[in-house]
């Protein structure tokens, strides 16, 4: 079976698998899914991985990660050695991945972030590595799409609230990088309760019913494993993106 990308497989109501081979299986991960189980979620039922294993009917194997709150593009491997190879090409920065967020202000037309970031441990799964790293190279390059100035006075300093739908491209793939970058330039990605402005996460839940971050891997384009041949695999938008987009006027400007 080979599902082109941003289409939606309906054979399984769980999970939303936008790609599948004989060696690959990539999905289209919601926000607040877990991409595999965790110490941290004791209480959780319900994982990225395990949900397409069901789907696909064998194991899956996972090449790289999604935070949580963030949804997209989520690839896996039917195979130990294919997950290497991806693995492999991950690292070498030979998979090239776009993500769409909107965030607090107005972004310049386009741009380059390059801050190093500290190392975020994890409580259980770093729990014996060395806490004293230096920080790691992190590179992030935007390009400003679509800005809008909404007639709120969500800060006590302006009577209006401007916003910005950004693609942002990492060129590194530390944890939480895109998140702490815009916090870095002072225009914090909406719904991040992480490292994000509460007031305007407030505006977006209580204005546009938007309770999730607005952060969305809606690309990856690499080199088949096994073929060689280029794909490129695509994600749709959720409900709570949908509306944001049409209510702004910006679906036109999320065209890959």
């Known amino acids: 079976m080979d599902i082109e990308s941003g289409t939606n497989n309906q054979t399984d109501k769980q999970i939303d698998i ?13 926000a607040g ?10 209480g959780e039922t319900r994982f990225a991985m395990q949900l397409t294993r069901d789907a696909v009917g064998c194991h899956v194997f996972p090449v790289h990660r999604l935070d949580r709150p963030t949804s997209g593009v989520l690839l896996f491997a039917k195979s130990s050695a294919v997950a290497r190879s991806l693995t492999e090409a991950f690292t070498e920065r030979k998979v090239a991945k776009q993500y769409l967020a909107v965030v607090r202000g107005f972004m310049s037309e386009e741009g380059t972030v ?32 679509a800005q809008i100035e909404l007639p709120f006075a969500v800060s006590k300093k302006h009577d209006t609230s401007r916003y910005s739908l950004m693609r942002l491209i990492p060129e590194t793939g530390r944890k939480h990088q895109l998140r702490r970058h815009m916090r870095h330039l002072f225009h914090h990605i909406i719904g991040d309760t992480s490292y994000g402005d509460g007031r305007h996460n407030k505006f977006f839940r209580t204005q546009y019913d938007c309770t ?36 702004f ?4 400007s999320v065209k890959s």
Request: proline share 4%; aromatic share 10%; no cysteine.
């Open 18 to 30: 936008i790609y599948e081979d004989e060696h690959l299986v990539a999905i289209n991960k919601e």
């Open 33 to 42: 899914l877990l991409v595999h189980r965790s110490w941290l979620d004791k």
């Open 114 to 145: 390059d801050y190093a970031l500290s190392f975020k441990p994890d409580a259980i799964a770093d729990k014996f590595a060395n806490l004293d790293k230096p920080a790691q190279e992190a590179v992030t390059h935007w390009q400003s799409l």
């Open 212 to 247: 999730r971050m607005l952060l969305h891997a809606q690309t990856l384009a690499l080199s088949h494993p096994v073929t060689g041949e280029p794909l490129m695999l695509e994600a749709g938008f959720d409900d709570q993106w949908t509306r944001i987009l049409e209510e």
């Open 249 to 252: 006027s910006w679906t036109d």
